[in-house]
Every structure is written in structure tokens, then in C-alpha cells.
């Protein structure tokens, strides 16, 4: 294979604790054959469901992550979850500023910079989320909605650092029950924009930052997207949440980008 491709989902408000120890069991029986030197797997679910998560499966087969987390280690934040707490259950991925959190929740692009680099100072794997709304869209603005999100989640982080940035690009209107998927040709625009950016703000050191495309990837779509060139893997919702399926989405992708 000509790069490692990047597979995984976040589990959003879905699965118990129990719920997620099985997933997790079969995701990883049924991929335990893939080759990890070309893939990085990697699940992302509720807080409740971490402890038992990270004691289920071996994590070199299955990276487990967290959803969410303060930019501080402790203190009045009623609510949080702290970067030293993910730490101590043997967590080292955590996701920041998915669009439910910004949209949702209302955070904004300085506090996921704040975030980003709480997670890089304490070692983690920081998966940032960028996106833009059908709005942004619809105004020609997509690629400068982008942009921004990068340059503010990004700034002041040393080159140093970069090799434990992920790039999510999920555009808000693509995601959910009624999202409509990107076609790949909008998606490598975007992931090229994208990566132009990257590569303006950490210089040679972007090469090591994966960027993944999320938006209502399904069994359809997955072999499109996954050959792109500027589309480093796939960040795959509900149809991740069934471990057969997605094994098989997962493997069908492979076969797509290995025969480019």
C-alpha cells in the first residue's frame, strides 16, 4: 500500500458500557488479520463506556479515544473531563471540536485551540474537527471556513508537535441521519485546501498529519473517497456502529485504494 489509511468512529451518545466492550470484541476479531503498519484503526466512545473500553481489547489493534476534554487539568469546571483523568484509564487520543460541540454546545474556534494543545502538551493524539455549515457552503466560503478553523486551532503549536495532529474534515451538512454525503471530488477540493494550510502553518512537518474525510460515509461511497489522493482514511458514523459492517466497509476500501 502506497500509505496508511485511517478507519474509525465516534459512538456520539450511543452504546453501553457493555454495548461497547462487545463491538469493540468483534471490530477486533474481525480485523485482527489487517495489517496495522498500513492501518490505524481507532474507536471513540461515550465516557462511560472508556475504563471498559481500554481493559476489552488490545489497543495496537483498536486505538480507543475520548469524545471531548477541558483544556485544563483541574478546577471548577463542573461537567469536564480533564486531560490528567483520560491519562490515568490509558487513553492517548482524544477528539476535539466536532460539530456538535461547536454547534451544539457553542465552542468556538479559540477553545479548541485551547484544547489542541492541552491534548499535545499531555501527549495525546489530537483528531481536530473542521467543517463547514450548508450555509458557509452556499456562500462560496467553504475553503476560507477552513482555513480559519486551522490557523486558530493550530496556532502557536510547535512543528514539533504536528506528528500527533489529525485532521477530520467533516462538512456539517454531511453529517447525521439527514446529512447528504460530499461527492469525492468536493471532498479531495476541500482536503486539498486543507492541506495547503497545513502545510503553510507547520512547513514540511504537515506531511505527517493525516486527514480524514466524515460525512455519511457508507459501503457506497467508501471506495470513492478512500482513493482520492489528498484523503488519508475515512471517519465513519452509523455505518461504523455495526462491527461486521464496518469490518466490511474497511475492507472493501483497502481493496479500492490497493487497486489504484
Not at 486505538?63 to 485544563?72: D, F, L, P, T, V
Amino acid at each position: 500500500m502506497k500509505k496508511k489509511l485511517y478507519f474509525g468512529s465516534n459512538l456520539k451518545m450511543y452504546k453501553t458500557a457493555k454495548e461497547t466492550a462487545e463491538y469493540l470484541q468483534r471490530l477486533s476479531a474481525n480485523t485482527s488479520d489487517l495489517n496495522r503498519d498500513q492501518l490505524e484503526l481507532f474507536i471513540i466512545p461515550s465516557y462511560t463506556s472508556l475504563e471498559a473500553a481500554v481493559n476489552c481489547i488490545d489497543q495496537s489493534l483498536i486505538k480507543i479515544g475520548a469524545q471531548n476534554m477541558c483544556w485544563e487539568d483541574e478546577g471548577q469546571f463542573t461537567g469536564e473531563i480533564s486531560p490528567v483523568m483520560l491519562k490515568e484509564i490509558g487513553l492517548n487520543l482524544v477528539m476535539i471540536g466536532h460539530s456538535e460541540r461547536r454547534h451544539v454546545f457553542g465552542e468556538n474556534n479559540y477553545i479548541e485551540n485551547k484544547k489542541v494543545k492541552a491534548a499535545l502538551n499531555h501527549g495525546f493524539t489530537a483528531l481536530l474537527c473542521i467543517g463547514e455549515t450548508a450555509q458557509e457552503k452556499e456562500y462560496g466560503i467553504s475553503a476560507e471556513i477552513l482555513r480559519t478553523q486551522l490557523r486558530i486551532g493550530c496556532h502557536n503549536i510547535p512543528q514539533i508537535q504536528a506528528g500527533n495532529i489529525w485532521i477530520a474534515y467533516e462538512p456539517v451538512w454531511s453529517i447525521g441521519v439527514n446529512g447528504t454525503p460530499a461527492s469525492a471530488g468536493y471532498a479531495e477540493e476541500m482536503h486539498k485546501v486543507i492541506k495547503d494550510t497545513l502545510s503553510e502553518i507547520f512547513g514540511k512537518a504537515a506531511l505527517q498529519i493525516p486527514v480524514l474525510y466524515g460525512g455519511s460515509v457508507n459501503p457506497q461511497n467508501a471506495g470513492e473517497l478512500i482513493i482520492q489522493p489528498s484523503i488519508d482514511g475515512l471517519f465513519t458514523g452509523r455505518a461504523a456502529w455495526d462491527p461486521d459492517n464496518f469490518n466490511a466497509l474497511i475492507r472493501d476500501a483497502i481493496t479500492a485504494f490497493q487497486s489504484i
